[in-house]
Structures are given as structure tokens and as C-alpha cells.
Nanobody, 123 residues
Framework: QVQVVESGGGSVQAGGSLRLSCAVSEYTITRNCIGWFRQAPGKEREGVAVICGNVGTRYYADSVRGRFTISRDIAKNMAYLQMNSLKPDDTAMYYC????????????????WGQGTQVTVSS
């Protein structure tokens, strides 16, 4: 049974940094894509950063490009999201997901999801 477990969320002041981790079991992370999504209160869930395939092609939302970095440790079957220069607008529940999407930053075809980890950025 595939399990996806996020960790590393917390509260930070604007300008600070956090590193989220995603542990995936029973699913090889290079198989397709591992993505980070977020959902703020009252808003739809949006794709933040995705890494795909053996090559590790990366995709970023415009709102986080240059501030967030997605990476992975293949040996540990884990993915990470390094978040720098955080803004209050980054406050959301962050989810890790695995799947084979036609459009990497769109959640539709991600099969396996974690429970999420909360990130709160104060001004």
C-alpha cells in the first residue's frame, strides 16, 4: 500500500525559510512525478513544485519560482521542498503527491496524496 507522509511544516516570519519533507513508501519516486501542492483557506489547491522521471525535470509555479526548490533523494525515496524568502501569501496546507500527470502542476492525475503539513508565515 502506497503511503505519502509530509513533515517539516511550521510557523515562520516573513523572509524566513522552511524545508518540507515527503516520505513515499511502496512507490518508486522516479517512476513518474512527485509534486508539492498547497491550499490556503478559501482557495483552491494549487501546484507549487514538481519533479518528474529519471531525469528529474522540475516544474514551478510562477509565484514560487526563484524562492522554492524541489529536490529528491532517490536512495531514501524522499522528496523535499526548500522554501526561502517566505511570504504571508505562502501560508497554506502543503501536500505531497505522486502520480503520472499530463500536466505536472495540475492535481487531476495524482493518485497518492499525503495528509498535508501546515505552513504559516507571519508578517
Amino acid at each position: 500500500q502506497v503511503q505519502v507522509v509530509e513533515s517539516g511544516g511550521g510557523s515562520v516570519q516573513a523572509g524566513g525559510s522552511l524545508r518540507l519533507s515527503c516520505a513515499v513508501s511502496e512507490y518508486t519516486i522516479t517512476r513518474n512525478c512527485i509534486g508539492w501542492f498547497r491550499q490556503a483557506p478559501g482557495k483552491e489547491r494549487e501546484g507549487v513544485a514538481v519533479i518528474c522521471g529519471n531525469v528529474g525535470t522540475r516544474y514551478y509555479a510562477d509565484s514560487v519560482r526563484g524562492r522554492f526548490t524541489i529536490s529528491r533523494d532517490i536512495a531514501k525515496n524522499m522528496a523535499y521542498l526548500q522554501m526561502n524568502s517566505l511570504k504571508p501569501d505562502d501560508t497554506a496546507m502543503y501536500y505531497c503527491a505522486a502520480g503520472a500527470p499530463a500536466r505536472p502542476l495540475v492535481e487531476d492525475q495524482y493518485i497518492y496524496w499525503g495528509q498535508g503539513t501546515q505552513v504559516t508565515v507571519s508578517s
